[in-house]
C-alpha cells in the first residue's frame, strides 16, 4: 500500500529535491497533488509529474485523495498551512524550521496531536548513510568515550530581493536558523541533547539583515562538546561540510555529507591496541581506514520512514516535538550571540 501525497509550496527544494527522490522516488509514497502560489511554477510542476494542481492550500487539503501533506514554502507560512492541515485531518511533513518562534511550534505540534494526525519535520540528513553508519560506531563503543564533534554547513548565498532566509522577520534568522538548525540536529543524534550554548554571528561578507556567518559552541548532557558552524559566505566549491566525531578511542570524519547530497566520503581511525604517552607524538603514518557504507537516498529514505509510521500508527521518525526541541537550542544560540554569555537551555 503506498501514501498519497499532497504538495504545498511545490515549486523550490519540494521539485528540486523532495518529490523527484523523495516521494517518487520512495516505493511506499505516492505523489497525487500539488500546490504553488506561483501560477506558472504550479502548471510546470504538475505537468512535470502528470498529478492534480490547485490553486491554493486550502484546495488541496479539501481533496479527500490526499491523506499526508509536504509542506516546503518559506519559514514564515509554515505555522499557518500545518494548523490548517490539521484541521482537514492530514498527516505532515513540515520542512525546517517548523515556525519563526517557539510558541507557534508548540501551538503547531499540540493542534497536531489534537487532530490525531502526524507532525514531522524534515531533519532527512539523518539517514544519510554516513550519518547512520557513525552512529552505529559510536553505539558499538568503538570511539570509546565522545568528547567532541563538528558539523559544519556552507553554501554561497548572495542577495536576492526577496528572499525569506536573509530577512529575519521571515526566515527566522540567517544562516544559523537556516543550516545551523541542521547541524544542530545531526549532533545530536550522535551526542544526545544540548544543555548549554555559546554562539557567535556575523556579517562578513553578505549586505542583508541575516547574519552570514554563525559559530556556536555547544555543550551536550554528557559533557562532551560541539562546534556548529554555518556560513552563507564561502563559496559552495570550498565547503567540505564535514561531520567530525571525536573520542578517547579514534575518530570518525564525513566529507561532503551535510547538506542535500546523499553521496561524500568517510574515514576512521580507530585505536586497537593498548595506547601509552608518546612524547614524539609521531604521526608518520596515516592509520584512517575509508568506510564506504550502502548510499542512502536520504529524501526516500525520510519519506519512507514517515510513511511507514503512517501504517504502523506509530510516531514519525523525526516528530514535531524534535522540532520543538531544536527550535529552543537555535533561540538559545541566537539569545548567546546577543547577549555575549552562554545560555542554558530548559
Ligand atoms: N530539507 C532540505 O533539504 C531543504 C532545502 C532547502 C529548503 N528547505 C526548506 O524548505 C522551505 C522552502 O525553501 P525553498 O528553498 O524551497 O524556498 P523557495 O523560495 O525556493 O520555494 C518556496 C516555494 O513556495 C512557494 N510559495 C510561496 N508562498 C506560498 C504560498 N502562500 N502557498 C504556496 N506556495 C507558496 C513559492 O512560490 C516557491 O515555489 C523552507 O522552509 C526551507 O527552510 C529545506
Not at 139 to 167: H, K, S
Not at 290 to 298: A, L, T
Request: hydrophobic content about 40%; charged content about 25%.
Amino acid at each position: 500500500m503506498s501514501i498519497k501525497w499532497g504538495v504545498i509550496g511545490a515549486g523550490g527544494i519540494a521539485d528540486r529535491r523532495t518529490i523527484p527522490e523523495g516521494i517518487v522516488g520512495a516505493e511506499k509514497a505516492e505523489l497525487v497533488a500539488v500546490q504553488d502560489i506561483d501560477a506558472q511554477r504550479i502548471e510546470e510542476v504538475a505537468a512535470k509529474y502528470g498529478v492534480t494542481k490547485y490553486d491554493t492550500e486550502y484546495d488541496l487539503l479539501s481533496d479527500d485523495n490526499v491523506q499526508a501533506v509536504y509542506i516546503a514554502t518559506p519559514n514564515q507560512l509554515h505555522h499557518g498551512q500545518v494548523l490548517a492541515a490539521a484541521a482537514a485531518g492530514k498527516d505532515v511533513l513540515c520542512e525546517k524550521p517548523l515556525a519563526l518562534t517557539l510558541a507557534d511550534s508548540e501551538e503547531m505540534v499540540e493542534a497536531c496531536r489534537d487532530a490525531g494526525v502526524k507532525l514531522g519535520i524534515n531533519f532527512m540528513m539523518r539517514f544519510h548513510a554516513c550519518h547512520t553508519a557513525i552512529k552505529a560506531i559510536i553505539e558499538a563503543g568503538d570511539l570509546g568515550t565522545l568528547v567532541m564533534g563538528r558539523a559544519e554547513l556552507t553554501c554561497w548565498y548572495p542577495p536576492i530581493p526577496g528572499a525569506f532566509r536573509q530577512n529575519p522577520a521571515l526566515g527566522g534568522g540567517g544562516a544559523f536558523a537556516d543550516m545551523g538548525n541542521h547541524c544542530v540536529d545531526l549532533l545530536e543524534m550522535l551526542f544526545g541533547r544540548t544543555e548549554r550554548v555559546s554562539c557567535f554571528i556575523g556579517n562578513l561578507v553578505q549586505d542583508y539583515p541575516a547574519e552570514d556567518t554563525a559559530v556556536a559552541l555547544l555543550e551536550f548532557e554528557s559533557g562532551a562538546k560541539g562546534v556548529v558552524d554555518a556560513l552563507f559566505n564561502v563559496p559552495d566549491v570550498a565547503a567540505h561540510n564535514a561531520l567530525e566525531v571525536y573520542g578517547s578511542k579514534g575518530s570518525v570524519v564525513s566529507f561532503g555529507t551535510i547538506g542535500q547530497e546523499s553521496g561524500g566520503s568517510m574515514t576512521a581511525v580507530l585505536e586497537t591496541g593498548d595506547k601509552e604517552y608518546d612524547a614524539a607524538q609521531a604521526r608518520d603514518e596515516d592509520p584512517s581506514q575509508v568506510i564506504e557504507p550502502e548510499p542512502v537516498n536520504i529524501y526516500a529514505a525520510h519519506i519512507n520512514a514517515f510513511c511507514e509510521a503512517i501504517e504502523n500508527d506509530t510516531d514519525p521518525p523525526i516528530t514535531g516535538e524534535d522540532g520543538i526541541w531544536n527550535h529552543k537550542v537555535i533561540e538559545a544560540c541566537y539569545k548567546s550571540a546577543q547577549t555575549g554569555e552562554a545560555v542554558d537551555i530548559e
